[in-house]
């Protein structure tokens, strides 16, 4: 029960910062005004379907989709976000001109129907260049799948996979993967092909190692929260273009010196980990903006942070911290948001 509890606070938390961070730029880009072709229904999508670029639902429950769909010869992006679909519509794997395709259900409402598969002849839709299946009961990625050699962006948040085919080696224009909350205990050494990966989400699985992925030479964005590692995986250290990287959660006691590698970092989420002491070596990490320790048994808190030019918040909640007045200060004096409540 009490890990239940714990997963399900970790689980408000990412959503909140989901919230607040990413999902209104996504938004921004998607309803930006005096887009064309946009439409909000099926029913006014239908009455000029050669029109139709895009279909965004999101305030309704979508149980169908109908099959006059196929006459949007020109739709290339198709989002719903409530779905309530028993089983993945077959009809969508008939609009060959898809690029993008996101199908959302609500995290809260039970109400809301999963579907339990994908389709093999999702491989038809040649030119997608951007999936994402969340908040789903997938257990498994079909093989068919990796026919999509064009797609960039791939999301199986909150489905409840426990292995990834090597095969997902072949998707080589990756450049995001998310695959968050699912029930992962690994992931191939196949990731390691992925060289134009740039996003990586792993977070709330069971992980407690990843392959040495020190290949993604291009990698910005490490997400690792609610797992089980003692260790941040030293191929990171050799990740240089690394600016956020999130280990909420975990069980990591010691941040080695070779973080200091990490010279475009700026975003380090440590909270809720077995630190001890501040980790000196992030200190070497010059452009940090955003730092948590929230919920580790830390008691310091060097002057160095003072050198970190372009702080904006220190996040120091349930920590053992009390820092002198004159820091405090001083860090206020630059506009830093020093939160200890957390």
Same mark, same amino acid.
Request: aromatic letters at 8%; charged letters at 20%.
């Given at each position: 029960?009490?890990?239940?509890?714990?997963?399900?606070?970790?689980?408000?938390?990412?959503?909140?910062?989901?919230?607040?961070?990413?999902?209104?730029?996504?938004?921004?880009?998607?309803?930006?005004?005096?887009?064309?072709?946009?439409?909000?229904?099926?029913?006014?999508?239908?009455?000029?379907?050669?029109?139709?670029?895009?279909?965004?639902?999101?305030?309704?429950?979508?149980?169908? =989709?109908?099959? #006059? +769909?196929? @006459?949007?010869? !020109? &739709? $290339?992006? *198709?989002? /719903?976000? %409530?779905?309530?679909?028993?089983?993945?519509?077959?009809?969508?794997?008939?609009?060959?001109?898809?690029?993008?395709?996101?199908?959302?259900?609500?995290?809260?409402?039970?109400?809301?129907?999963?579907?339990?598969? =994908?389709?093999? #002849? +999702?491989? @038809?839709?040649? !030119? &997608? $260049?951007? *999936?994402? /299946?969340? %908040?789903?009961?997938?257990?498994?990625?079909?093989?068919?799948?990796?026919?999509?050699?064009?797609?960039?962006?791939?999301?199986?948040?909150?489905?409840?996979?426990?292995?990834?085919?090597?095969?997902?080696?072949?998707?080589?224009?990756?450049?995001?993967?998310?695959?968050?909350?699912?029930? *992962?205990?690994?992931?191939?050494?196949?990731?390691?092909?992925?060289?134009?990966?740039?996003?990586?989400?792993?977070?709330?699985?069971?992980?407690?190692?990843?392959?040495?992925?020190?290949?993604?030479?291009?990698?910005?964005?490490?997400?690792?929260?609610?797992?089980?590692?003692?260790?941040?995986?030293?191929?990171?250290?050799?990740?240089?273009?690394?600016?956020?990287?999130?280990?909420?959660?975990?069980?990591?006691?010691?941040?080695?010196?070779?973080?200091?590698?990490?010279?475009?970092?700026?975003?380090?989420?440590?909270?809720?980990?077995?630190?001890?002491?501040?980790?000196?070596?992030?200190?070497?990490?010059?452009?940090?903006?955003?730092?948590?320790?929230?919920?580790?048994?830390?008691?310091?808190?060097?002057?160095?942070?003072?050198?970190?030019?372009?702080?904006?918040?220190?996040?120091?909640?349930?920590?053992?911290?009390?820092?002198?007045?004159?820091?405090?200060?001083?860090?206020?004096?630059?506009?830093?948001?020093?939160?200890?409540?957390?």
């Amino acid at each position: 029960m009490t890990k239940t509890i714990l997963k399900l606070r970790k689980f408000f938390f990412t959503v909140l910062f989901l919230s607040l961070v990413i999902i209104p730029a996504m938004m921004v880009v998607l309803l930006q005004p005096g887009n064309k072709g946009i439409y909000h229904s099926f029913e006014k999508a239908l009455k000029t379907p050669e029109k139709v670029n895009t279909i965004i639902i999101a305030e309704k429950k979508v149980s169908h =989709i109908p099959d #006059e +769909i196929i @006459q949007c010869k !020109n &739709l $290339k992006k *198709l989002i /719903i976000k %409530n779905s309530n679909f028993v089983d993945f519509p077959q009809v969508i794997t008939e609009l060959i001109s898809l690029e993008s395709l996101e199908i959302q259900r609500k995290f809260s409402k039970s109400d809301y129907l999963p579907f339990y598969s =994908i389709p093999v #002849e +999702i491989n @038809q839709l040649r !030119n &997608l $260049k951007e *999936l994402e /299946i969340s %908040n789903q009961k997938i257990q498994e990625i079909p093989q068919s799948l990796w026919d999509l050699k064009d797609l960039t962006h791939l999301s199986f948040y909150a489905n409840e996979l426990a292995s990834v085919a090597e095969e997902i080696q072949q998707l080589s224009n990756l450049t995001d993967l998310d695959l968050q909350f699912n029930n *992962l205990t690994s992931i191939p050494e196949a990731f390691k092909n992925l060289k134009k990966l740039k996003h990586l989400y792993l977070s709330y699985n069971e992980l407690n190692q990843l392959p040495d992925l020190s290949q993604l030479t291009d990698l910005e964005i490490l997400s690792l929260d609610s797992n089980n590692f003692t260790e941040i995986p030293p191929f990171v250290f050799q990740c240089s273009k690394i600016w956020m990287l999130t280990v909420f959660s975990n069980q990591i006691s010691e941040i080695p010196a070779e973080i200091e590698n990490l010279q475009l970092l700026h975003f380090l989420s440590l909270g809720q980990n077995q630190l001890l002491s501040f980790p000196q070596s992030i200190l070497k990490c010059p452009e940090m903006r955003y730092l948590d320790l929230n919920g580790n048994l830390i008691k310091d808190l060097p002057k160095g942070v003072l050198n970190w030019k372009h702080l904006e918040k220190l996040v120091l909640s349930h920590t053992n911290i009390q820092p002198s007045a004159e820091l405090i200060r001083k860090l206020k004096a630059r506009k830093v948001i020093v939160d200890f409540e957390g």
